[in-house]
Nanobody
Framework: EVQLQASGGGLVQAGGFLRLSCEASGFSFGDYTIGWFRQAPGKEREGVSCINNSDGRVAYADSVKGRFTISSDSSKNTVYLQMNSLKPEDTAVYYC?????????????????????????WGKGTLVTVSS
C-alpha cells in the first residue's frame, strides 16, 4: 500500500521556522519525485517545491525561493521541507505527493492550480499557520 505521511505543521509567528517531513512507503522511493504543495483557505492548491530522488535536482516556486529548502533522506524514505522566514501568506495545509515524472512535477511547482490527478500519489496534509 502506497503511503505518504506529512507531518511537522503547527502554529508559528511570522519570521519563524518549521520543518515538514514526508515519509513515504509502498513504492520505489528513489525512482520518484516528491513534491510539496499547499492550499490556503479559499484558494487553489499550488506548488511549493519538489525534489528528484534519483539525482537530487530540486525546484521551487518563486514565492518560497530563498526561504524554503527541500531535502531527501533515502535511508529513511523521507523528504523534508525546511521553511524559514515564514510569512502569514504561507498559512495553508501542506501536502506531499509523488510522481515518476520530474519535469512534469517542476511544471506543477510553478502552477497556481494543481489537481489531484496531476500527481501519482498524495498524502494527507499538515496544517501550517503563521501568525502576524
Amino acid at each position: 500500500e502506497v503511503q505518504l505521511q506529512a507531518s511537522g505543521g503547527g502554529l508559528v509567528q511570522a519570521g519563524g521556522f518549521l520543518r515538514l517531513s514526508c515519509e513515504a512507503s509502498g513504492f520505489s522511493f528513489g525512482d520518484y519525485t516528491i513534491g510539496w504543495f499547499r492550499q490556503a483557505p479559499g484558494k487553489e492548491r499550488e506548488g511549493v517545491s519538489c525534489i528528484n530522488n534519483s539525482d537530487g535536482r530540486v525546484a521551487y516556486a518563486d514565492s518560497v525561493k530563498g526561504r524554503f529548502t527541500i531535502s531527501s533522506d533515502s535511508s529513511k524514505n523521507t523528504v523534508y521541507l525546511q521553511m524559514n522566514s515564514l510569512k502569514p501568506e504561507d498559512t495553508a495545509v501542506y501536502y506531499c505527493a509523488a510522481s515518476d515524472d520530474f519535469i512534469h512535477t517542476i511544471v506543477l511547482v510553478t502552477t497556481p492550480l494543481v489537481r489531484v490527478l496531476d500527481m501519482d500519489y498524495w498524502g494527507k496534509g499538515t496544517l501550517v499557520t503563521v501568525s502576524s
